[in-house]
């Protein structure tokens, strides 16, 4: 099993609508969690970060954790076409005694206006 | 005031060269990594060192050396590229260690990478 599962295939999303992205991981002690955007052809960035169960939200973006189930999500409200991107679910664990980060392939959302 | 700088943007180079990629942060950062971002965009994580101490080394062949000549800088080396060498690479810092004198775990500031292609 994959340390860090995303849904495959691109995700086109109607501009206004909400847009759900999904992400499990393997290793229960895992601590934190993060989302990356990256545009094509350039470096990641951070959007948000969640460390206990629950929602978060930031802007039009909501991160939700759950330990239990071992997933974390993220919900983009109100898509625009520049949130059209790469967003990458990324899953730390300090069991490994360092700064290890284990990434998903990431989800493509098209934002279609 | 660039966070995280590496150097050169491209590279394009042939078989058999050895050539070398710079990075710096000027965020006080005290962990900084070289990822790998093949043509599938799939991240991978190479190196890690911690102030100057190397605390991850993934299985990578011996052709690529890092080397951290202070906290701020971390340059990677490689040794007779191939073609497979091809491929976008990160630099990225996060912040040091936290309680109990585990890697903090903080987020990624990355750097714009690093497009190296090997003909």
């Known amino acids: 099993q994959k340390e860090v599962e995303q849904n495959s295939g691109p995700l086109s999303v109607p501009e206004g609508a909400i847009a759900s992205l999904n992400c499990t991981y393997s290793d229960r002690g895992s601590q934190s969690f993060f989302w990356y955007r990256q545009y094509s052809g350039k470096s990641p960035e951070l959007i948000m970060s969640?460390?206990?169960?629950g929602d978060k939200e930031d802007g039009r973006f909501t991160a939700q954790l759950n330990k239990a189930s071992q997933y974390v999500s993220l919900l983009i409200r109100d898509s625009q076409p520049s949130d059209s991107a790469t967003y990458l679910c990324?899953?730390?664990?300090?069991?490994?005694?360092?700064?290890?980060?284990?990434f998903g392939k990431g989800n493509q959302v098209v934002v279609i206006p | 005031d660039t966070a995280v700088s590496q150097t050169p943007k491209y590279l394009v180079t042939q078989m058999g060269n050895d050539k070398s990629i710079k990075c710096e942060q000027n965020?006080?950062?005290?962990?900084m990594y070289w990822y790998k971002q093949d043509s599938k965009k799939f991240l991978k994580i190479m190196f890690s060192?911690?102030?100057?101490?190397?605390?991850i080394n993934e299985t990578v062949p011996n052709r690529f050396s890092p080397k951290s000549p202070d906290k701020a800088h971390l340059n990677l080396h490689i040794n007779s590229l191939e073609l497979g060498d091809s491929a976008v690479y990160f630099c990225?810092?996060?912040?040091?260690?936290?309680?109990?004198?585990?890697?903090?775990?903080?987020?990624?500031?990355f750097g714009n990478g690093t497009r190296l292609t090997v003909t």
């Open positions: 969640i460390y206990s169960n």
């Open positions: 990324v899953v730390n664990n300090p069991n490994y005694g360092n700064n290890r980060l284990a």
């Open positions: 965020l006080g950062h005290d962990t």
């Open positions: 060192y911690n102030n100057k101490e190397l605390i």
């Open positions: 990225a810092s996060s912040q040091g260690r936290g309680a109990g004198g585990r890697v903090y775990n903080s987020p990624l500031h």
